[in-house]
């Protein structure tokens, strides 16, 4: 009776309240100043996820997250998972109990019993980011830490001729934030589509994993592109330097989603199961 | 060159960090405690609008809102109108410093110059709130301020045939909460109409006026009616009887939107003109 049960969990969150997934400077590869400084006291929801389960499960849990999402980054498929020997809560009982101790910016949106090869780091085979920028004169009131608001006109054909240059296996040195503790910086972009309804434009991008602020980092630099500071073909250059300082600017956090993660059970593809963004 | 002129504004705003439009205890109407209890130090939309007018026209200004919004009630067109002096500056450059004077959740959408015969509350002839419903098991985690969220699956069919007992010219005292400080309850309401793309349900309202809570009383008593709590007909009776205890339940301000408000030059309906919701 004191076998475990390894449960894999489905999360949403809004990211605007938190001090992301978990304090980064708690990030074994990271020697650096705490990157989103000043946020002393406030939760991560890794803590809020970890307290609730605790509760539900009552003995100590270690929660293991499959993306370290940034303050202000927002989910709609995180994955995470634990280990318990409560092998007696249905799985959805269990999620109802769960979601009743967690605030309103938090879910759980499902939980599944899973063999102990899964692992939420580990398996994770693809990964998809929505980022959200709300193109318009107008101030989105309602959400303001929803999207990212950007007042001029973008050249939407430029950037998605830019955006070609970004899919594939590549080195993506040039898109990573310094102190990501990557030995290789090379990833897969399987697909980076741009889409257009006004004011909303959406940046969808797929891949293998991503390195620390990748998505962010592509964001802003193709809205640069979008404003003709670059061209597409600058974009190529760029990537090729393997070199953060000749890339763009860091799109902020509040429009980045985490949309979902995929897994397969028992594979362990370690160079590219990274967790950052 | 000490003439005035009157300009009327146009503006969206998310309510969940103010203490509505105004502070109701002020209300010169109302004379019991503060309905939303508990909020001293959280500023109010009316007074961060003044401050920022008066930081760009240069001297004090008395900024008259035609809606009086709970706390944690948004809109999407609230109008106000203020008089000044300083003439020279085109309206277009006036939206543009006092937005730029504003929070990321407050945003003059329109400002334009109007005849003095124009009031924001007294020249009022309808309006039009919103209310969002997000109907779904899951909880809304990007907007939980935005949205009221109804775990239960709703009869929308009853819901509709309910809410034509409360469209028509009619003494709506039963939905008004008490303090409303009206001398007359009698208001027409143009249009209620329920639409559903799940997980959404929105009640759209459109009338020559408001009572204090009306809309949200509504509501609450509609979406008893969904869960067959009342029948229709019992709308008909609780219309009937004008009086608030035999309605149902207030939803929460947190769904509550007003769209917007339409005025007539010149035209003062004084018993229609009044501010509430």
Same mark, same amino acid.
């Not at 899919?167 to 080195?171: F, L, S």
């Given at each position: 009776m004191s076998q475990t049960q390894r449960y894999k969990l489905t999360i949403a969150y809004r &990211? =605007? *309240? @938190? $001090? &992301?997934? +978990?304090? +980064?400077? *708690?990030?074994?590869?990271y020697k650096g100043p705490p990157p989103t400084g000043g946020l002393e006291g406030i939760p991560t929801i890794q803590e809020l996820l970890t307290i609730a389960i605790r509760g539900v499960v009552n003995h100590p849990i270690n929660l293991v997250g499959s993306s370290r999402t940034d303050a202000g980054v927002h989910a709609k498929g995180q994955v995470a998972h634990f280990d318990t020997h409560m092998t007696q809560i249905p799985p959805f009982g269990m999620q109802r109990a769960i979601n009743a101790r967690l605030? #309103? #910016?938090?879910?759980?949106?499902s939980i599944e019993p899973v063999p102990d090869t899964f692992d939420a780091i580990l398996s994770t085979v693809s990964k998809r980011y929505h980022y959200l920028i709300w193109n318009d004169f107008r101030k989105p009131v309602h959400s303001p830490d929803l999207a990212w608001h950007w007042f001029h006109k973008l050249d939407i054909p430029a950037m998605q001729a830019a955006a070609l240059h970004l %899919? &594939? =296996? $590549? #080195?993506f040195a040039s898109f990573a934030k310094a102190g990501h503790g990557r030995e290789s910086t090379v990833r897969t972009v399987y697909s980076l589509d741009i889409s257009h309804r006004s004011p909303r434009i959406v940046f969808g991008i797929e891949g293998s994993g991503f390195l620390w602020n990748m998505v962010r980092i592509i964001v802003g630099t193709l809205v640069q592109v979008g404003m003709g500071? @670059? %061209?597409? #073909?600058d974009i190529r250059h760029m990537r090729e330097q393997h070199d953060r300082n000749a890339a763009g600017n860091t799109a902020p956090a509040h429009g980045l989603y985490l949309q979902w993660i995929r897994h397969e059970l028992g594979v362990a593809n370690a160079p590219f199961a990274d967790t950052n963004e």
């Open positions: &990211g =605007t *309240a @938190y $001090h &992301g997934w +978990q304090k +980064q400077f *708690a990030n074994e590869f605030p #309103d #910016d938090i879910d759980v949106r %899919t &594939g =296996t $590549h #080195d500071r @670059y %061209t597409p #073909d």
